[in-house]
């Protein structure tokens, strides 16, 4: 804006100006109107989908649960200072002597602490983090299949929106030509008015019908874009793919892809990962029944400002750092605890983890009856839309000869309006049919693939 205003203060004439105007601005709008492919729609959604990004965030506090872990295997550290000014009779630390005299002292200690043995709890709980992390991993996946197929659903069902508006303003179009002819036949004398009016009836519910559609394009764009999380735009249009026939038969059976989508499918891998860390729960919770061994070291020192060198008759002043030097102490220790009765603590812990881990062998069966009913069920609906869709293709052919027939009879006048219409009104809802169980099979197959594990394409 302040280039253009700058050109203008320079001599720029106005009408240069507008014609720049007139020449980006479609320029512009074709570059907001480009239509979004199914990759596309895909990546997007699954850059913002939640559910896909609280998973990652539940990967990441995996991943810092496990590194905890590992740290615990490591000897720790602690450092302390201490600074006191004392009043009165009180004992000197260095000395371990009664003054009366005031005085301040300063205490250091460097103090660590090992786990030797704790009945393996530390090895089993990496393990189990380990195994929560990986699960973590194809929790993602999981999401992300499911953000998948509502894409793709979606994204068919613009698809299938499309043709059937695309269908609906064919008939339309098609009608008003025949509301020309028969005007012309009525006009000659060759057809009752009634035949015209009965073509105008059906004119105005084909603009209905268009309308409908594009109602229902504008719904299921909606929907796309709101399973996309962007902002709802007029100028949203999909790229409408080239698909081909699709195949006829079913090359394997609805065993061999539920064998096949059992080992590619995450929810069951990140199903068995949980079961076997229950099982590390459960020798966790195990390990707390041996003896615990410990091992401990401190370094420690003090100053007191009390404390003198020499005899009592000539002392003399202890420096700070040599007294601290002097006073220097060390300690090593290493402690054994057995458990002898904990109020049942214990071994409420160990039944807990074994129910649990029962919970997870059956939460893992569970998610593979799932997996296995949900292909049962698709398979058995392609085998059920393969069939109605070439039904429908024979359907619509035939429908579709007896309709041309039609209208060439009416075109002449040797036909009534109320028989055409029944013909042109069969052949509408052939067509529909043959649409909307193209897709549907084509979903089915879609899905199919998807369940052994093949990336879904257009």
């Not at 996946?141 to 059937?164: C, H, P, R, S, W």
């Amino acid at each position: 804006m302040n280039n253009f205003a700058k050109y203008n203060e320079q001599g720029m004439k106005p009408t240069s100006l507008l014609i720049i105007i007139v020449l980006l601005v479609p320029g512009l709008a074709g570059a907001q109107s480009k239509p979004w492919t199914f990759r596309q729609c895909l990546d997007t959604a699954l850059q913002r989908n939640i559910s896909v990004n609280q998973s990652r965030m539940s990967y990441e506090l995996n991943k810092i649960n496990l590194e905890q872990v590992k740290a615990n295997r490591i000897p720790n550290i602690s450092a302390n200072a201490n600074e006191a000014l004392n009043f009165g009779k009180n004992v000197d630390p260095t000395t371990n002597s009664f003054v009366t005299e005031g005085y301040h002292s300063t205490n250091f200690g460097l103090n660590s602490s090992y786990n030797l043995f704790n009945g393996l709890q530390n090895a089993n709980t990496i393990r189990q983090n380990t195994l929560y992390m990986q699960a973590g991993l194809y929790d993602i996946e999981k999401a992300k299949n499911d953000v998948i197929l509502n894409i793709t659903t979606g994204y068919l069902q613009v698809l299938f929106a499309n043709e059937i508006l695309a269908a609906a303003k064919n008939q339309e179009d098609a009608t008003a030509v025949q509301v020309g002819r028969t005007e012309k036949l009525v006009s000659a004398g060759k057809s009752p008015e009634s035949d015209l009016l009965q073509i105008k009836s059906q004119l105005a519910t084909d603009n209905l019908s268009v309308i409908t559609a594009t109602n229902q394009v504008d719904l299921a764009k909606v929907t796309l874009m709101q399973l996309m999380d962007i902002p709802i735009s007029d100028d949203f249009k999909v790229e409408v793919p080239v698909m081909d026939e699709p195949a006829a038969d079913l090359l394997q059976t609805n065993t061999e892809i539920y064998l096949k989508s059992l080992t590619v499918q995450p929810q069951i891998t990140s199903a068995s990962l949980r079961t076997t860390a229950s099982m590390m729960a459960l020798k966790i919770s195990q390990g707390a029944q041996w003896p615990r061994i410990s091992l401990g070291a401190n370094l420690n020192s003090n100053y007191a400002s009390s404390r003198k060198k020499g005899n009592f008759v000539n002392p003399e002043g202890y420096p700070f750092v040599q007294q601290v030097w002097d006073n220097i102490g060390q300690s090593f220790s290493m402690g054994i605890s057995i458990p002898i009765y904990s109020n049942r603590q214990i071994r409420s812990n160990i039944d807990r983890a074994k129910i649990n881990l029962i919970t997870s062998q059956l939460n893992e069966q569970n998610v593979k009856n799932v997996l296995r009913k949900s292909v049962e069920q698709t398979y058995s609906d392609a085998r059920a839309s393969v069939k109605k869709y070439e039904a429908s293709k024979q359907q619509f052919a035939a429908v579709e000869s007896v309709f041309r027939n039609a209208e060439t009879k009416f075109a002449v006048g040797v036909m009534s309006a109320t028989e055409f219409m029944i013909q042109k009104n069969n052949y509408t809802q052939s067509q529909s049919n043959l649409i909307q169980s193209k897709f549907d099979y084509i979903f089915k197959r879609k899905i199919l693939d998807f369940y052994q594990g093949k990336p879904i394409t257009f």
